[in-house]
Structures are given as structure tokens and as C-alpha cells.
């Protein structure tokens, strides 16, 4: 197969796994906004599990809530009465006067949610994928196909699958060089508690399975019928059908061929069998050439939009793959239009997860949108604009039936966090202010912007010195019932202005102009408090304590994602802002909406160091899976909510895309305050940068490049026209441009050098974080191997707790002669509580024997050899080894531990089989060829102080490896 996409000159941007076994929550991505899949290797065959936005979040389609039951004389009551009582722990959390049902009873299920999945498709392969000599699947975003190769001895399997884009269809194409290497093609439905009748069908080469589906709430949301159907085309398939399952052999000659897969979703009363293998006939009357080219087509134009290149290439990678994630899974063709992307996207593989994948309203939906203005695809937002307008009926009920005013209740469907409608009609006016397009601010932005303030035109009250009192309400997820929270003040400001600078631009009723001009004037200063240990900060509302903990970054609404305190803030509101920041990030749970927030914050106070500090500290060193997308769980850290709940399958997180994409897209351009600042956060750490069309607010595209500390290049496309207030290399320039025109700038120091052209490195990356934890964006043999030293010896993150690894023991087995070696460049050095330093390694040699004061070594150093290969790094160029078997003792006091083994020889094959009696056994699969190493931890559990016994012995005539074994105390 040809490559499928040309080079271009900002480098590729694949992730590249080069080792099988592909986990399900490291499946790749791939999607046309509403329909798609996640590509993974698993369980010896190849899978795409399918899904489709209006099927998933059909049984949480609900748009209706009812209105509060609350009397908001009594709450405000409640409220002042735990504000005078300084040990109610209301202080800390609204809830316990909102619902002190929720903390009465003994305990809570949260057993998660189930949502409809489409079904699993497999290829399953004559000889087992873990045995390939090579092995290589490889996402590239910016053509948006994934190809995997697999070789055997005797055969060569190569994959290549895509959503066409236009024809709502998967394409998996394969193409084998020796016969027999496919043995079938499976595809299985998945179960769902919502199923109320399945049939399934087959005739020629297609196949399909149609379901109907209940609602979660009959009332609110119809019965579905959905059918995933696929289509062979290349051999005649001859399909057997099960319960729940469809399969096709394939012939040993079909060296050749093309599966084409889809899911139409419709009410019941529609067809959708006859839908689905509509599509199917249309892809198959275009063929895969053309559907290629198309596919093609499309992402070369989205790419063309906007790129970046950094001298980081991580950071780089991790933009182009979450913008490309965002592309796929955005909402955009979904009829049902309430749940937009949702909290999972199209990511979901497997039930129950941890949600349910619906609109949440108090910073994921937002987050999730945030960063594709300034990424120059403001059309990725449409499915937010669209959604939200499905719920203005609702919540002028709600404004009308709880508060008895008019407009649109800001709360719905959160009871009393006001902030939730202004913030989500920032989007909206983002949408304007990044097009300026009049007609998308009269027609979508303008009624609901409008309607939110008319809203709070009757809620607002005045206290005696006639400034305003938003009571009671309260900040997500945090804090007190009280007065005035700092993210609803920030957001109404920025509402009441773009509402009155609608409105004059619209022509308008003055009027109400006017009135909002007056309820701007009157809005109360932000809350401000004092601590010792951050000094004077933003207060989370006027009733929060100055140190409360956080849940949400939502005090920093102010600096980010809106400017009221930016650059040309007083020196006073900086440090103030930079004070916030540090009392955030210290009192902020590590969490999947946070990092990004935090970062953005940081990079609009001119804090690149720090922004890029955050982003990898506070996010990517916990939440990163291997394909680049970030989740609630992964091997190194667990959402404070999941930590109680039942085990759970958490799929990647929507908000992540959006954040990540929208910190980095911080550090190079920001326009929010009225002037467009040109690398205005870069980190000292980078020697370069360069952006292609970023957009920026007024419809601006910049392009720019910033080398050895400045900005080098500036280009300004005008596609609304007017005047650019540009600010580079800290010196305002103001440019004025009619629709279409483009200014290049000449900058000092520039004229003689060229652009920097950049080579983006191939294969998995590995990137080294502040705090030593690596992280890796794809994995092969030695991603996989330094991911599991880490994951044995770092901290694990149990929601906002860290618990440290009780290292007991670490042995280095090999020769004895071996100079001294530099453990730290392979394993990081442990430090407990910052100044407790952790186990160093005991060398182990054949000569090496048990004795009780020892308390560990051979039983017996007959038939051991030790040799050291001097690489491929100081903990696998050297083992003890041997071809017959031989027993390490080890005094182990009663308890529970894990047991880290390392094993493999770098020059000659190996196979080992590991053993402890009564506690366990273990070997790999099959031998390790030359150059590879096998990493396994193992459970035991000890019940009395004794000597544990640990037999090695070699594996049908092979001899066994033995380089490295550590031991960590499980408490």
C-alpha cells in the first residue's frame, strides 16, 4: 500500500505502536463527527468497535428537566444561617444544603452507565499476532487513516482502515503477500440493557444486525432502530449467523479485500436496514479509489486551515492528534443535536464507563469546544451552537416556573450555579467574534446572549450601597451556598458586554441597552482574600474561605478563558492573578478538565515556563494512554469520583482534546483582550516555534515564527477587514486591512533566514517531565519496557492523593567485575516526602549465595553464568543465567507484594519461566528473540515471616535470563 498522505513541510504527525497487543483503551481513532470507530489489536485479531453519536446517546437524549423543588427564601435562610456557624460543612461544599440526602445514608452505588455501543468488528488471523517478527499499526492524523502491518515467517498482512469522510462508512482494506494469513471476519453485537429486540440478516456479501432500542425515559425520548451493517467486497462471503454474533471464513486465495461497515440510526417507524445498506451500495458504486480520494480530500483542506511546529515534539504531536480527535468526534451530522460530542465521543469501547456520554453542563461540554476558534476551525463548534439552542424551551420553563422570571433560567439544568448559560453563550459570541459574520450573530448568538440577560434582569437583587447581589448561587462543584461566586461575576461582565455591543451592532432597543449598561456598572469588584501561604488571591465567591479546596479551576474564569486581568492589568491584579494560580494549582486535584485550564491561565499572565510546566505536571504525566487521548483512569492515576465506585471501562475524555489544544494554542497566539499577541507564552525550553493561520478575534489568520527568544515572522490575512492591533516582540503595531488583504512583516534580524523547516521524528516519543516521570505518545519495545519501570516506582495518584511505591528491595543480577553503573538513567531515583531517598540496587552475581544475614541469593551457584552484553542501557545489558534451574531465596516478612521481573538476553535467545511456589508462576508466551526483554509484575501474598523460594528454569532447551527483580510492599 501506497502511503496516504504526502509529506508535507510541518512533518508527519503519526503515532506509531511497534509492539501487538493493543489494549482497548489505547485503540486508535478515527471518525466523520458523528459516526466512527477505535482500532485496536486484541485478543489475537484486529478490532474496530463502531459507534454513532444518535445511537450512543440515545437513551440520554433528554433535553427536558424538571424545575427545582427548592424555596428559595428558605435555601437563602439556610445559606446565611451556615455562613454564621463556622463549623457547618457547608463552608466546604453547597450540597450538604442543597442535598443532605446525598451524605444521610450509609453509602452509594455507582454502578456507572451503559449507553449503545454499535457493535465490534474483528479480523482474526491464522497465526496469532503476539508471534509477528514485526509488527506496526500507525495513526496519521493528518490523512486520518490508520494501517497496520503484521509479518510472520511466511507472510506479510497489511491494513489500512478510514471513515469516509462524506459517505458515513468505514473502510478496512486488506492485502496479504502469502494465502491463508486471514482466517475470518467476525462481527459482534454488544450488549445493552436498552435492547428490547434484535434480528439480524444476510444476503450476497453483505451482513447486518438491526436493533430496537428503549429510551432511558419513554415520555421524553422516542424508541430507535439502528442497524450496523457491513459488506465484503473482493471474495464471495458466506455468512453464518449466531446469537449475537455474524462471521464469514475467508478463503486461503482471498489474498485481497475490502470490508465496508456503517450504522444508520433512525425512530422506529423509519427502515433502517434499508438506510444502512443504501449507504453501503453508494460506497461500493464509488469504490475504495474514489472513496479514498475524497477522504483525502477533505483533510487536506482541514489541515491546510491551521499547523503548528514546536521544538517540542511531543507537544507538537499531542496538538495535531486532539485537534484531530475533536474533527472526528465533534457532533457534527448527529440529528439528535442536544448531546453535541458529548463526555466521550465516539471514544467509548467498552460498558459500563463512568457517566454516560450526554452534555455536561459545569465546564466538560465548554472545555471541549474552547480551543477550535483561535485552531482556525470555528465550524468544529456549530454541533455546541446547535445543541445549546435545543434547550432554550426548557429552561424558560424552568426561569418561569421556579424563579417567576422571564428569559432563560442561567442555572438550568444545575439548580442555582448561575454561571452555566453565561458561560456556555460565550461560545456563542466566540463564533462571532472569530468570523464576524452578522447573520450567525443575529440569527444564533444574539437571541440566546439576549435571553440569558433578560433572565438576569428580574434574578438580580442590590444591596444597600446599590451594587449587585447574585444570591443565592454557587460555584460548581465547590464551596458555599452564597452570594456573588467570582466565575458567575466574570462571566455575567463579559455577557453584559458583548450583549451591549450586540445590540448596538444589531440596532437593537436602546433601552435595554441602557438597562444593561446600569446592571454592568453595578456589578461588585471581584472577591478578593488574603493567606499566609499564597497572599492575596481571588476568593472562589464573597463567602469562600481564601484556601478552600477545589474541585474546579473555576475562580480563574477571569484570567482565562476571558481577560479581565491580563498583561495591561495593574502590577497589584498580576501578582493578585499570579497569587490565584499558585492557590489553584496547590489546592486543585489533578483532573481531566483541570491541566488544561491551569495552563491557559498561566500563559495569559505571560507564564510560558509555567503553562508548559502544568500541561505536562498536571495532566499528561497522569492522564496520557498511549494513543494520545486522556482519560478518568489509566495505569498511573484515578479520578477522585471512580475511586469508591464499582470497576468501571473509562473511555477517553472530549474536554481533554479541547484543553490541550487550547493551552498550547495560548502560548503562540491569544486575541481575547482586543489586541493579538504574537507568541505572547513561549517556554525558555523551546529553541523555535512556528504557527500557520492561526485565527485570531476580528477574523484575523496569523501565521508567525519565533526563534532564539523573538518573533522572526509575521503574516496577517484579513478575512473580515478593519484594524489589527498586533502585538509583537512586546511593540504594538496597528495594521489596517480591507477584506482579503495580507500583510507580510519584516522584522529585525529575519531577512537573511530562511523558515525553519522542520523533520518530525518517526516512532513512539518519549518525553522526560520536571519530576522525572516519562511519558509516551505510542509504544514499542522500550516505550513499553521504561512505562513499566515507572509505573512499578512512581507515586500512584488515587484522585487528589498520592501513594508512594514501598520499594523493599531492587537486585541488579550480573557478572560482579561490572564497573559501577548510572541507575538514575534508567530508573529515576524514588524520594519520599522530599527527603527520603529510596533503595539502591543490590548486585547479584552467581557468587552471590543465601545466608540469614545476607537474607537473600542462590540457593546453589552451580550451573549459573553471568554475562554482561554492555547495552542496550545499565539494567538489561547484563543477567544471570543458565540452562538448567536454580533457586534465589529471599527473606520476606508476612504481607502483601509485587514482584517487578526482568528478563532477556540482548544477543541470543531466551526463555524463562518464573515460579514461587504457592504464590506464582509465570513465562512468556513464547521465546524472546535476541534483543528482547520481557517485564512482568506478579502478585503475592505472604501469611507468615518466611523464605520465599523463586525457581528459574529454562523452557524446551532454551536458557533462562534473569536481569533485573524488585519488590514493592502492597500496605
Given amino acids: 500500500m501506497k502511503p496516504a498522505s504526502p509529506r508535507r513541510s510541518f512533518g508527519s504527525q503519526d503515532l506509531v505502536y511497534r509492539v501487538s497487543g493493543t489494549r482497548w483503551d489505547e485503540a486508535l481513532p478515527m471518525g466523520d463527527g458523528c459516526f466512527g470507530a477505535m482500532m485496536h489489536e486484541e485478543e489475537g485479531a484486529f478490532q474496530w468497535t463502531l459507534n454513532h453519536l444518535d445511537l450512543y446517546h440515545a437513551p440520554w437524549n433528554i433535553v427536558e428537566f424538571p424545575s427545582p423543588k427548592f424555596d428559595l427564601r428558605d435555601l437563602a435562610r439556610q445559606a446565611e444561617a451556615a455562613h454564621r456557624d463556622l463549623r457547618h460543612p457547608a463552608h466546604q461544599y453547597y450540597a450538604k444544603i442543597l442535598n443532605p440526602q446525598e451524605f444521610a445514608g450509609y453509602g452509594t452505588i455507582r454502578r456507572g452507565a451503559r449507553l449503545n455501543l454499535g457493535g465490534n468488528f474483528r479480523i482474526e488471523t491464522r497465526r496469532p499476532v503476539a508471534d509477528a517478527i514485526e509488527f506496526e499499526q500507525r495513526l496519521d492524523p493528518l490523512a486520518a487513516t490508520v494501517d497496520a502491518r503484521c509479518r510472520w515467517e511466511r507472510g506479510e498482512l497489511r491494513l489500512r482502515a478510514y471513515v469516509a469522510h462524506g459517505n458515513r462508512t468505514l473502510v478496512i482494506e486488506a492485502e496479504s503477500s502469502a494465502p491463508g494469513l486471514v482466517r475470518r471476519l467476525v462481527l459482534r453485537q454488544i450488549p445493552s440493557p436498552y435492547r428490547a429486540a434484535s434480528k439480524s440478516g444476510a444476503e450476497g456479501a453483505g451482513f447486518w444486525f438491526t436493533d430496537a432500542f428503549r429510551p432511558l425515559n419513554p415520555k421524553l425520548s422516542p424508541k430507535i432502530r439502528a442497524t450496523v451493517a457491513g459488506e465484503v467486497l473482493g471474495f464471495r462471503a458466506r455468512v453464518r449467523r449466531g446469537e449475537g454474533v455474524l462471521s464469514a471464513a475467508v478463503p486461503k486465495t482471498a489474498r485481497k479485500f475490502t470490508v465496508l461497515l456503517t450504522i444508520a440510526v433512525d425512530e422506529s417507524r423509519k427502515d433502517s436496514t434499508a438506510a444502512a445498506r443504501r449507504t453501503l451500495a453508494d460506497a461500493r458504486a464509488r469504490g475504495p479509489l474514489e472513496l479514498r480520494r475524497r477522504h483525502l480530500r477533505h483533510w487536506r483542506t482541514f489541515w491546510s486551515r491551521a499547523r503548528i511546529a514546536l521544538s517540542d515534539p511531543f507537544l507538537e504531536r499531542l496538538w495535531h492528534l486532539n485537534l484531530y480527535a475533536l474533527a472526528c468526534s465533534n457532533g457534527e451530522g448527529a440529528r439528535e443535536k442536544a448531546q453535541a460530542a458529548g463526555l466521550n465521543g465516539l471514544w467509548d469501547v467498552k460498558n459500563p464507563n463512568g457517566w454516560g456520554s450526554c452534555w455536561y453542563w459545569d465546564v466538560n461540554i465548554q472545555q471541549t469546544y474552547w480551543s477550535c476558534f483561535t485552531a482556525n476551525h470555528p465550524e468544529l463548534a456549530r454541533p455546541f451552537h446547535e445543541g445549546l439552542?435545543?434547550?432554550?424551551?426548557?429552561?424558560?420553563?424552568?426561569?418561569?416556573?421556579?424563579?417567576?422570571?422571564?428569559?432563560?433560567?442561567?442555572?438550568?439544568?444545575?439548580?442555582?450555579?448561575?454561571?452555566?448559560?453565561?458561560?456556555?453563550?460565550?461560545?456563542?459570541?466566540?463564533?462571532?467574534?472569530?468570523?464576524?459574520?452578522?447573520?450567525?450573530?443575529?440569527?444564533?448568538?444574539?437571541?440566546?446572549?439576549?435571553?440569558?440577560?433578560?433572565?438576569?434582569?428580574?434574578?438580580?437583587?442590590?444591596?444597600?450601597?446599590?451594587?449587585?447581589?447574585?444570591?443565592?448561587?454557587?460555584?460548581?462543584?465547590?464551596?458555599?451556598?452564597?452570594?456573588?461566586?467570582?466565575?458567575?461575576?466574570?462571566?455575567?461582565?463579559?455577557?453584559?458586554?458583548?450583549?451591549?455591543?450586540?445590540?448596538?451592532?444589531?440596532?437593537?432597543?436602546?433601552?435595554?441597552?441602557?438597562?444593561?449598561?446600569?446592571?454592568?456598572?453595578?456589578?461588585?469588584?471581584?472577591?478578593?482574600?488574603?493567606?499566609?501561604?499564597?497572599?492575596?488571591?481571588?476568593?472562589?465567591?464573597?463567602?469562600?474561605?481564601?484556601?478552600?479546596?477545589?474541585a474546579h479551576p473555576s475562580l480563574l474564569m477571569p484570567i482565562y478563558p476571558l481577560a479581565e486581568i491580563g498583561p495591561d492589568a495593574t502590577r497589584r491584579m498580576r501578582r493578585l492573578a499570579r497569587n490565584t494560580l499558585r492557590y489553584v494549582e496547590a489546592r486543585q486535584a489533578i483532573g481531566t478538565f483541570n491541566f488544561g485550564w491551569l495552563s491557559g491561565a498561566a500563559s495569559r499572565l505571560g507564564l510560558g515556563d509555567e503553562a508548559a510546566r502544568i500541561l505536562y505536571e498536571k495532566g499528561v504525566a497522569y492522564l496520557l494512554r498511549p494513543n494520545g487521548l486522556m482519560a478518568e483512569e489509566t495505569d498511573r492515576y484515578i479520578q477522585n469520583c471512580h475511586v469508591l465506585s464499582d470497576?468501571?471501562?473509562?473511555?477517553?475524555?472530549?474536554?481533554?482534546?479541547?484543553?490541550?489544544?487550547?493551552?498550547?494554542?495560548?502560548?503562540?497566539?491569544?486575541?481575547?483582550?482586543?489586541?493579538?499577541?504574537?507568541?505572547?507564552?513561549?517556554p525558555s525550553s523551546w529553541s523555535h516555534a512556528r504557527f500557520h493561520r492561526l485565527l485570531a478575534e476580528g477574523a484575523w489568520e496569523i501565521s508567525a515564527e519565533w526563534r532564539d527568544g523573538r518573533t522572526t515572522f509575521v503574516e496577517i490575512r484579513a478575512l473580515a477587514g478593519g484594524v489589527c492591533r498586533l502585538v509583537v516582540n512586546g511593540r504594538a503595531i496597528p495594521i489596517r486591512l480591507s477584506a482579503g488583504g495580507v500583510r507580510r512583516l519584516a522584522l529585525a534580524g529575519a531577512a537573511s533566514r530562511p523558515p525553519t523547516r522542520k523533520r518530525s521524528p518517526d516512532g513512539p516519543l518519549c518525553y522526560t517531565t520536571p519530576s522525572r516521570r516519562r511519558v509516551f505518545l505510542g509504544k514499542d519495545a522500550t516505550c513499553e519496557y521504561l512505562r513499566g519501570l515507572d509505573n512499578f516506582l512512581f507515586d500512584y495518584q488515587l484522585g487528589d492523593l498520592p501513594v508512594p511505591r514501598a520499594t523493599k528491595y531492587k537486585f541488579d543480577f550480573g557478572p560482579a567485575n561490572v564497573s559501577r553503573k548510572n541507575y538514575a538513567r534508567v530508573v529515576p531515583q524514588q524520594i519520599f516526602h522530599e527527603n527520603k531517598i529510596g533503595a539502591d540496587f543490590?548486585?547479584?552475581?552467581?557468587?552471590?549465595?543465601?545466608?540469614?544475614?545476607?537474607?537473600?541469593?542462590?540457593?546453589?551457584?552451580?550451573?549459573?553464568?553471568?554475562?554482561?552484553?554492555?547495552?542496550?542501557?545499565?539494567?538489561?545489558?547484563?543477567?544471570?543465567?543458565?540452562?538448567?534451574?536454580?533457586?534465589?531465596?529471599?527473606?520476606?516478612?508476612?504481607?502483601?507484594?509485587?514482584?517487578?521481573?526482568?528478563?532477556?538476553?540482548?544477543?541470543?535467545?531466551?526463555?524463562?519461566?518464573?515460579?514461587?511456589?504457592?504464590?506464582?508462576q509465570w513465562r512468556p508466551r513464547r521465546p524472546l528473540r535476541a534483543g528482547e526483554f520481557a517485564l512482568e509484575v506478579l502478585p503475592a501474598r505472604r501469611t507468615t515471616d518466611s523464605v520465599l523460594r523463586i525457581v528459574l528454569r529454562g523452557v524446551r532447551a532454551r536458557p533462562w535470563r534473569l536481569n533485573a527483580l524488585m519488590i514493592n510492599r502492597i500496605p
Fill in 389 to 550: 439552542r435545543e434547550y432554550v424551551p426548557a429552561a424558560k420553563r424552568w426561569a418561569r416556573e421556579f424563579y417567576e422570571a422571564r428569559g432563560i433560567a442561567a442555572d438550568f439544568p444545575l439548580p442555582l450555579s448561575h454561571c452555566v448559560w453565561p458561560w456556555c453563550a460565550q461560545i456563542l459570541w466566540w463564533g462571532w467574534r472569530y468570523s464576524m459574520d452578522e447573520s450567525f450573530l443575529r440569527e444564533t448568538a444574539w437571541p440566546v446572549i439576549r435571553e440569558v440577560l433578560v433572565f438576569f434582569e428580574d434574578f438580580t437583587r442590590y444591596d444597600r450601597r446599590g451594587r449587585v447581589v447574585l444570591f443565592p448561587s454557587i460555584s460548581p462543584e465547590q464551596g458555599p451556598l452564597g452570594p456573588n461566586p467570582t466565575i458567575l461575576l466574570a462571566a455575567l461582565r463579559y455577557l453584559l458586554q458583548a450583549g451591549i455591543a450586540a445590540s448596538a451592532r444589531l440596532g437593537e432597543n436602546r433601552v435595554q441597552r441602557r438597562q444593561w449598561r446600569r446592571l454592568l456598572a453595578r456589578l461588585p469588584p471581584l472577591p478578593v482574600g488574603a493567606s499566609a501561604e499564597f497572599g492575596e488571591t481571588l476568593r472562589d465567591s464573597e463567602w469562600a474561605a481564601p484556601t478552600l479546596p477545589l
Fill in 842 to 920: 543490590y548486585r547479584v552475581s552467581p557468587n552471590t549465595l543465601y545466608t540469614p544475614i545476607l537474607r537473600y541469593g542462590w540457593e546453589d551457584s552451580r550451573g549459573l553464568e553471568a554475562k554482561d552484553r554492555r547495552g542496550p542501557d545499565d539494567l538489561r545489558r547484563d543477567f544471570v543465567g543458565g540452562h538448567g534451574s536454580a533457586i534465589f531465596r529471599l527473606d520476606l516478612p508476612r504481607g502483601q507484594y509485587q514482584f517487578l521481573f526482568l528478563t532477556g538476553d540482548a544477543r541470543a535467545e531466551s526463555w524463562t519461566e518464573i515460579e514461587a511456589p504457592d504464590a506464582f
Fill in 647 to 682: 470497576p468501571l471501562y473509562h473511555p477517553s475524555m472530549m474536554e481533554c482534546c479541547g484543553g490541550i489544544v487550547g493551552a498550547i494554542n495560548e502560548m503562540l497566539l491569544q486575541s481575547r483582550d482586543g489586541k493579538v499577541r504574537v507568541f505572547p507564552a513561549p
